[in-house]
T-cell receptor, first 113, second 113 residues
Framework: KAGVTQTPRYLIKTRGQQVTLSCSPI?????VSWYQQTPGQGLQFLFE???????NKGNFPGRFSGRQFSNSRSEMNVSTLELGDSALYLC????????????FGQGTRLTVV | ELKVEQNPLFLSMQEGKNYTIYCNYS?????LYWYRQDPGKSLESLFV?????AVKQEGRLMASLDTKARLSTLHITAAVHDLSATYFC?????????????FGKGITLSVRP
């Protein structure tokens, strides 16, 4: 079965711009979580969406936002990009409910210059 | 808040020898996951440990969970170069609206001849 698909794989943006990343979860999975991975901070939880509702949020500024559509696909948006936003952004899908095993996409490598 | 610790952050292993790495977590959790990440790649699910005393084995890797000690171990038998990667453990906390996976910082394993 198809895995978690993230697009685009690579992005280069300029400070101050905004960016939208996309994640298509595994078919049948209703929960999508987003993580930021950097060498210094490791894997940090951004937010989780379940059935189109944000269910949980990490400690990131309001410039980071997301949404989930009725087909479970999710997008995250980062506005007013800063150099420190350069990272690998990973999306994980889980079936939801009591099934919490997370499957990760290939990630989007964002570079802010 | 659930915290997950992995030590050390880097381990140099000699080919053919056995090693054990550890994952400690701070509060009650009965779900522990191990992931592998190769450089520049996403996270690959290795093991899902869902109860106290759970033991899973795959090839040269064996993972176990002791929920009373809040400790998971990953045992490596006769290390080979292909096992060089970063290994993350993650614990799941069921806290209602704040339920989420929390990751350790990862242990980078390097196998030398």
């Amino acid at each position: 079965k198809a895995g978690v698909t993230q697009t685009p794989r690579y992005l280069i943006k300029t400070r101050g711009q905004q960016v939208t990343l996309s994640c298509s979860p595994i078919s049948g999975h209703r929960s999508v979580s987003w993580y930021q991975q950097t060498p210094g901070q490791g894997l940090q939880f951004l937010f989780e969406y379940f059935s189109e509702t944000q269910r949980n949020k990490g400690n990131f500024p309001g410039r980071f936002s997301g949404r989930q559509f009725s087909n479970s696909r999710s997008e995250m948006n980062v506005s007013t990009l800063e150099l420190g936003d350069s990272a690998l952004y990973l999306c994980a899908s889980t079936r939801g409910g009591t099934d919490t095993e997370a499957f990760f996409g290939q990630g989007t490598r964002l570079t802010v210059v | 808040e659930l915290k997950v610790e992995q030590n050390p952050l880097f381990l140099s292993m000699q080919e053919g020898k056995n090693y054990t790495i550890y994952c400690n977590y701070s509060t009650t959790s009965d779900r522990l996951y191990w992931y592998r990440q190769d450089p520049g790649k996403s996270l690959e699910s290795l093991f899902v440990l869902l109860s106290n005393g759970a033991v899973k084995q795959e090839g040269r890797l064996m993972a176990s969970l002791d929920t009373k000690a809040r400790l998971s171990t990953l045992h490596i038998t006769a290390a080979v170069h292909d096992l060089s990667a970063t290994y993350f453990c993650a614990a799941f906390s069921f806290t209602g609206a704040n339920s989420k996976l929390t990751f350790g910082k990862g242990i980078t394993l390097s196998v030398r001849p």
